[in-house]
């Protein structure tokens, strides 16, 4: 089994940042790609950033030049940095893991539960 676990949500006012962390962890051999999306209320669930085994990333335009994305591969962990933060990025934030391989030499994507993140005045 292979779970991610988010943690870092929480409510800021516009203007204001947000240091989201996801551990992954279980019986893992390698992470191809991690990465954050984010789904608002009545809207579909959407990339905001991720980043590649060999440290390349990609951002939703929405939020480049404020999110900053980091990764740690020996400990499985993904970061998200955000600064600058403005009403419209409240969502629930999923962390996401892409092509997992493990130790049993299955190659799975895997989801966390989610942490919601609230600007608002």
């Known amino acids: 089994q292979v779970q991610l676990v988010e943690s870092g949500g929480g409510s800021v006012q516009p203007g204001g940042s947000l240091r989201l962390s996801c551990a992954a962890s279980?019986?893992?051999?390698?992470?191809?790609?991690m990465g954050w999306y984010r789904q608002a209320p009545g809207k579909k669930r959407e990339l905001v950033a991720d980043?590649?085994?060999?440290?390349?990333?990609n951002y939703a335009d929405s939020v480049k030049a404020r999110f900053t994305i980091s990764r740690d591969s020996a400990r499985n962990t993904v970061h998200l940095q955000m600064n600058k933060l403005n009403p419209e990025d409240t969502a629930v934030y999923y962390c996401?893991?892409?092509?997992?391989?493990?130790?049993?030499?299955?190659?799975?994507?895997?989801w966390g539960q989610g942490t919601l993140v609230t600007v608002s005045s």
């Open positions: 996401n893991a892409v092509d997992v391989l493990t130790i049993a030499r299955s190659r799975i994507d895997v």
């Open positions: 279980g019986s893992i051999f390698s992470i191809n790609a």
């Open positions: 980043i590649a085994s060999g440290g390349r990333t």
